[in-house]
């Protein structure tokens, strides 16, 4: 879970001994707790660890009764960097072993970072459903990004190919299904330099796919929306 009761006074050892006891059989306490990567703080107690470090606690608890699927609900939340990337890394570790991990996040760079298969949600619908690359795919077209000084958008509303012109200060961002069409037309009629071009990511799939410019009958608003990986 996010969060979850643990007692701050006992170790984790302790932790994990103890609730090892209430299972009528259980994984050995010293391998749950290396696969869980806490085999160093083993002796620190639960109120010192941090939140990364306490998650991790639960991950290892998870993994006592060495379950077929493993469910995360929004497992990371509150966590710093350094904390997420270890968390992921023994959960990674753990599901090459042949477990299946399926976890609930916001954090749309997890799911493409970490997960084999993502599913958007939208008010308990499917929306899109595949690898990384497939959803991504989904949201047709590319960004290309240029520094053009005292661009406005009057300037550049007409630019062959571009579905949608954002001028940030001297940067121009045009979002098109035609890129080259975008980058000919920048590098020729205008001064524009330092062009680049680089496809959309997990982000734009996911505002693409459940945005209010989705397709009917997909998504109506980004609001409330949540996204599922699985390793």
């Not at 975008?182 to 680089?198: F, G, H, M, N, S």
Request: glycine share 10%; net charge negative.
């Amino acid at each position: 879970m996010q969060t979850g009761g643990l007692l701050k006074d006992l170790t984790v050892r302790e932790t994990v001994e103890y609730t090892a006891s209430l299972f009528a059989r259980s994984q050995p306490v010293g391998e749950v707790l290396s696969g869980a990567g806490i085999t160093e703080i083993a002796d620190r107690r639960v109120g010192k660890c941090s939140g990364g470090e306490q998650q991790r606690l639960r991950f290892a608890l998870a993994l006592l009764s060495d379950p077929e699927l493993l469910v995360l609900d929004e497992p990371t939340t509150g966590m710093d960097v350094e904390g997420r990337r270890s968390f992921w890394s023994a959960i990674r570790k753990d599901a090459e072993q042949g477990r299946t991990v399926l976890f609930a996040t916001h954090y749309l760079e997890e799911a493409d970072a970490y997960a084999d298969r993502i599913v958007l949600l939208r008010q308990g619908r499917i929306v899109a459903d595949g690898t990384a690359a497939e959803i991504k795919a989904m949201a047709a077209g590319r960004t290309v990004r240029a520094t053009l000084a005292g661009a406005g958008e009057a300037l550049l509303a007409d630019i062959p190919g571009a579905d949608s012109v954002e001028v940030r200060g001297g940067t121009v961002l045009v979002h098109a299904r035609d890129s080259d069409a975008v980058a000919r037309y920048l590098l020729t009629q205008t001064d524009a330099k330092d062009l680049e071009i680089t496809a959309r990511g997990i982000e734009d799939a996911f505002l693409a796919l459940t945005g209010d410019t989705a397709e009917p009958g997909t998504a109506t608003t980004a609001s409330g929306t949540a996204t599922s990986g699985a390793f």
